[in-house]
């Protein structure tokens, strides 16, 4: 490798890249508009990214999977949400929900539930939140209650991406309700077809209307005990370990959505004529292309050297994770509301994709942690050094 090679895409990075744009731009942005208009799973793209092996391309090679990198993985993540974000959510929900597995689960555990996400026959959700435990994730009442070798959940988990079509589903339970807050939950894969496990209705959303948002209930749920990830009372550290992990994920996701929204301004500015002119000829809005692709491009950096980091399991992969998402996010937040603002009228409608565009993008500033709690996240790790 010579010098001039050390800061950029590998090779295989940038071919991936461009696999992965092809299927979206072709398989995947035709079904966009209307995934959002009429709230429905986007089956369309869950086919054409099974078909390339972009569905859960992180499931490691000895279970099936393609074995991608996290940089790779946030690379397919990207470009499926420069098209679609909604669609961006099966790739990313489905690292979020075996995450947990792949950090802290037996071999046996490992080898019954990750090939059927490699081959695509089963998608994997993540239960953490509750509806009165968002932030403060250690408040969780769902419990989890041994009886013999088995395990009993009762109570609820809430917001839970991509409820209903996956078949598995990590969840978190308080299994010692006397004991230490934070160090008395643990973590289970639940099925869907488990007795007393039941969804909740649709929730109805600002943005990502595509990718269902829902409840899981637990009414003396059964599971046997075989089902555990990690140790008993590790469960709550395996979630957040996981979200240092899944968070590069969704700064990805915001790199995509924030690219796909300048792509169609710098289209529009260039066709769209007033005073005689294109829009993009004048400064004013030559400026706010600047600061956009500025702006965008300082948030995929990050995203890209928060990945490797992720990939080497760096011990500021906390910092750097969080930090990813909350500017990322931020960045997505402001870039849509730009290219809205570029479009005019026609901005604020939906004939064009930016609309949907800048709801979509809201969500990343919330999930996986707000951008409060990745400020939190930092801090906390940038005091503990000192
Ligand atoms: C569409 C969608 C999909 C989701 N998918 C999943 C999923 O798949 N799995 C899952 O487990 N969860 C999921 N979530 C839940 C999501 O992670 C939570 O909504 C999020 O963590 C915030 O929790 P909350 O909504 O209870 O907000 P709250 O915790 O009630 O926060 C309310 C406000 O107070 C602020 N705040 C709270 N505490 C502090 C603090 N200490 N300092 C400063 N500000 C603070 C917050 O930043 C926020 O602005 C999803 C949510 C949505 C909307």
Not at 280 to 307: H, P
């Amino acid at each position: 490798m010579s010098d001039f090679d050390l800061f950029r895409l590998s090779d295989d990075h940038e071919a991936l890249r461009e696999a992965v744009r092809a299927v979206a731009e072709a398989k995947i942005a035709p079904h966009a508009a209307e995934v959002d208009e009429t709230g429905s799973f986007p089956q369309a793209a869950y086919d054409a990214l099974r078909a390339g092996d972009f569905h859960a391309p992180h499931v490691p090679e000895q279970y099936g999977g393609a074995g991608a990198d996290a940089l790779a993985t946030c690379l397919v993540i990207e470009e499926v949400a420069r098209a679609c974000a909604s669609s961006s959510l099966i790739p990313a929900v489905n690292k979020l929900g075996t995450m947990p597995l792949l950090l802290a689960a037996s071999e046996d555990v490992l080898t019954r539930y990750l090939p059927p996400v490699a081959s695509g026959e089963a998608m994997f959700s993540y239960g953490l939140s509750e509806r009165e435990a968002g932030s403060d994730t250690a408040a969780m009442r769902c419990k989890a209650v041994r009886d013999g070798d088995d395990w009993v959940l009762s109570g609820q988990k809430s917001w839970i991406t991509n409820a209903g079509v996956s078949q598995y589903y990590t969840v978190m339970a308080v299994t010692d309700p006397d004991g230490p807050r934070g160090r008395n939950v643990s973590a289970f894969v639940v099925e869907a077809s488990d007795e007393g496990f039941t969804l909740g209705e649709p929730e109805r959303k600002l943005g990502i209307k595509g990718s269902p948002t829902r409840e899981l209930h637990f009414d003396r749920c059964r599971i046997p005990g075989d089902r555990l990830v990690g140790e008993v009372g590790e469960g709550l550290k395996i979630a957040l370990r996981t979200l240092d992990h899944t968070r590069v994920t969704i700064g990805a996701q915001a790199v995509g959505i924030a690219q796909g929204a300048l792509d169609h301004a710098l289209a529009y500015v260039q066709e769209r004529r007033q005073f005689g002119k294109a829009v993009a000829e004048f400064q004013g809005v030559q400026f706010m292309l600047a600061d956009m692709a500025m702006k965008l491009e300082a948030a995929r950096q990050m995203v890209y050297v928060a990945a490797a980091k992720s990939e080497r399991g760096d011990a500021d992969l906390p910092f750097f994770g969080a930090a990813a998402k909350c500017y990322a996010s931020d960045v997505a937040m402001e870039v849509t509301t730009d290219a809205v603002q570029l479009l005019g009228g026609a901005g604020y409608v939906k004939d064009y994709p930016v609309e949907r565009m800048m709801r979509d993008a809201k969500i990343t500033q919330i999930y996986e942690g707000t951008n409060q709690i990745q400020r939190l996240v930092m801090a906390r790790q940038l005091l503990a050094r000192r």
